[in-house]
């Protein structure tokens, strides 16, 4: 079965660092790219970014960019999302999706995602 | 970036109704256009790719039409495990690959 599951729930302050996982199975980890996306509490869907796990080739949302980091092991079938210094802001549900660039070209499998709480 | 807007931003229906939600671009997006499905508490669900091209294993009753800027999804005979928010997503080009707002889907 082809999944993705994400790191547990995180309770986190302000100021502090945080990297979250998300990890494949059930297919080849380094020929589909894998993408994050967040929704706010109550809110839409949000395109941070995607990696491809065999180059670690990167693309940014001009939102996200060089707010998070984005990064993958493809030893052990992990892409990660990564904060320096979190914000309030932060507090959300944080998504990986794999995708597809041919054929397909849409996230076809998604991983159980991740809640990020950043309070004092 | 390339905006997505969906409209309307809500609706409400009965079971059994077609329910059309329509999705624009500021750019042309050829046919990279999907659509995608949430529940409450649950991770989005890949419904449509490619503007038309239906996800293995999701009912004939949606449907995905347009091109260029202009795309609508149709769900045809409403069920009540359809009420649901429903988003758009251009994958054109370069990333970022932008979703619209969503369009939820209520019980009337």
């Known amino acids: 079965e082809v999944q993705l599951v994400q790191s547990g729930a995180e309770v986190k302050k302000p100021g502090e660092s945080l990297k979250i996982s998300c990890k494949g199975s059930g297919y080849t980890f380094t020929s589909y790219w894998i993408g994050w996306v967040r929704q706010m509490p109550g809110k839409g869907l949000e395109w941070m970014g995607i990696i491809y796990p065999d180059k670690s080739d990167t693309a940014y949302s001009p939102s996200f960019q060089g707010q998070v980091t984005i990064s993958a092991d493809r030893s052990i079938g992990t892409a990660y999302l990564q904060w320096n210094s979190l914000k309030a802001s932060d507090t959300a549900m944080y998504y990986c999706a794999r995708h597809a660039m041919r054929g397909m070209n849409a996230f076809d499998v998604w991983g159980q995602g991740t809640m990020v709480t950043v309070s004092s | 970036d390339i905006q997505m807007t969906q409209s309307p931003s809500s609706l409400s229906a009965s079971v059994g109704d077609r329910v059309t939600i329509t999705c624009r671009a500021s750019?042309?997006?050829?046919?990279?256009l999907n659509w995608y499905q949430q529940k409450p508490g649950t991770a989005p669900k890949l419904l449509i790719y490619?503007?038309?091209y239906l996800q293995s294993g999701v009912p004939s009753r949606f449907s995905g039409s347009g091109s260029g800027t202009d795309f609508t999804l149709t769900i045809t005979n409403l069920q009540p495990e359809d009420f649901a928010t429903y988003y758009c997503q251009q994958s054109y080009s370069t990333p970022p690959w932008t979703f619209g707002q969503g369009t939820k889907v209520e019980i009337k």
């Open positions: 750019q042309s997006v050829g046919n990279s």
């Open positions: 490619a503007a038309f």
